[in-house]
């Protein structure tokens, strides 16, 4: 169940990091700014649990897990436009 929820913080933060370099691109301060601090709580709050809380086996498992959710999270982010209208 655990490698469940590093899956999906993995696609809740690149998600969230993709969108914020989006409305970088757009120069939408306000939303990038909360992205970017949305995002960055997301992965170092995942770090912080790998490293505390796994032991070495699970630990790289976990790694590779949340590395998949990132990945999913980045194709999800590039396929959905919130809050990019021009």
Do not use: C, H
């Amino acid at each position: 169940m655990e490698f469940v929820l590093y899956f999906l913080a993995g696609i809740v933060q690149d998600f969230l990091v993709t969108l914020d370099w989006r409305f970088i691109a757009k120069n939408k301060v306000a939303p990038a700014t909360l992205l970017s601090f949305l995002g960055t709580v997301v992965a170092m709050l995942v770090l912080y649990n790998i490293l505390t809380q796994l032991d070495a086996n699970r630990g790289i498992t976990a790694i590779i897990v949340y590395a998949a959710g990132i990945a999913a999270g980045t194709f999800l982010g590039m396929k959905f436009k919130f809050g990019l209208k021009d």
